[in-house]
Nanobody, 113 residues
Framework: VRLVESGGGLVQPGGSLRLSCTIS????????MSWYRQAPGKERELVAG????????YYADSVKGRFTISRGNAKNTVYLQMNSLRSEDTAVYYC???????WGQGTQVIVSS
């Protein structure tokens, strides 16, 4: 599986970003997707997830009500809409397919004034 994340950048507190993840070289038709993040000096943590069918979603308490995970129409893309960003959201964001231990290069999000 190949994962390519994009959409990160520098944003002021209270701002928004939309991250994208494109999946390729993966033949399964139905799979859950998730977004993780890793801040400097911290372990990687689960931020949000979306089920393979039906779109059931999960959010970490720290992002609930501010972040929204969704799938693209082509099914091989997953998005993370991030609103009301805070400095503590600063991290490298990664997407993940199911429970596969395969990661992309991530996309850097910096929330700072």
């Amino acid at each position: 599986v190949r994962l390519v994340e994009s959409g990160g950048g520098l944003v002021q507190p209270g701002g928004s970003l939309r991250l994208s993840c494109t999946i390729s070289e993966f033949t399964d038709r139905n799979y859950a997707m998730s977004w993780y993040r890793q801040a400097p000096g911290k372990e990687r943590e689960l931020v949000a997830g979306i089920g393979s069918i039906g779109g059931n979603t999960y959010y970490a308490d720290s992002v609930k009500g501010r972040f929204t995970i969704s799938r693209g129409n082509a099914k091989n893309t997953v998005y993370l809409q991030m609103n009301s960003l805070r400095s503590e959201d600063t991290a490298v964001y990664y997407c993940r397919v199911g429970s596969l231990d395969s990661w992309g290069q991530g996309t850097q999000v910096i929330v700072s004034s």
